[in-house]
C-alpha cells in the first residue's frame, strides 16, 4: 500500500471509532432515569408548603378561619355540636373549600397530590388527584389545646 492509501485507512478507523464511541454517549444517555432535581424537589416543597398554610389561613363568612373549621370537625365529628357555616357543617364547609381551591389549582396546573387531615382518631379529609410513587410534602400542625391535648397535621404531598 501506498504511503497515502494508509493515511485514509488510518483516518476512516478514526471516524469509525469516533462513531462508535458517540454511539455509546448516546444509549448511556438515554437509558439514564429522569432524576428529580434539587430545584424542582424545593419548588415542590415550597408549593405544598405555601398551599397548606394558605388553606388553613383562609377566613370563611362566619367570622372563624378554615383552621377553626378543621379543629371543630375534628374534636365534634359525629355529634350535634358542629358548628354551622352557610348552612353546612364545619366538616361539608371546609371539605367543600379544600375541595374547590385544590381542584383550581393543583388539578387545574395537572399536578399530581395527596392532601390529608389527620390526627390521633384518624383520617378526617383525604382528597388525592393520580397516584405518585415519590413526593415532598408540606404540612402544617393544629394544635387542639385547650379543648385536647395533642394536635392534628394539614398536609400536601406534592408528587412528581
Do not use: H
Not at 85 to 98: A, L
Amino acid at each position: 500500500m501506498k504511503k497515502a492509501q494508509m493515511e485514509m485507512f488510518g483516518l476512516a478507523v478514526i471516524v469509525i471509532l469516533v462513531f462508535i464511541g458517540m454511539m455509546f454517549l448516546l444509549m448511556f444517555y438515554m437509558n439514564t432515569p429522569e432524576t428529580y432535581s434539587v430545584k424542582e424537589k424545593y419548588n415542590d416543597q415550597m408549593m405544598a408548603q405555601n398551599m397548606v398554610d394558605t388553606l388553613l389561613s383562609l377566613n370563611t363568612t362566619c367570622s372563624l378561619s378554615l383552621k377553626d373549621m378543621v379543629k371543630d370537625c375534628y374534636l365534634y365529628y359525629g355529634t350535634d355540636q358542629l358548628s354551622k357555616c352557610d348552612g353546612f357543617d364545619s366538616c361539608t364547609y371546609f371539605s367543600r373549600i379544600f375541595n374547590n381551591t385544590l381542584n383550581r389549582t393543583f388539578v387545574y396546573w395537572y399536578k399530581p397530590f395527596k392532601m390529608t387531615v389527620l390526627g390521633d382518631k384518624g383520617t378526617i379529609y383525604s382528597y388525592e388527584n393520580l397516584n405518585c410513587a415519590e413526593s415532598v410534602r408540606g404540612s402544617a400542625y393544629i394544635p387542639l389545646y385547650p379543648d385536647l391535648q395533642g394536635q392534628m397535621e394539614a398536609r400536601i404531598d406534592v408528587c412528581r
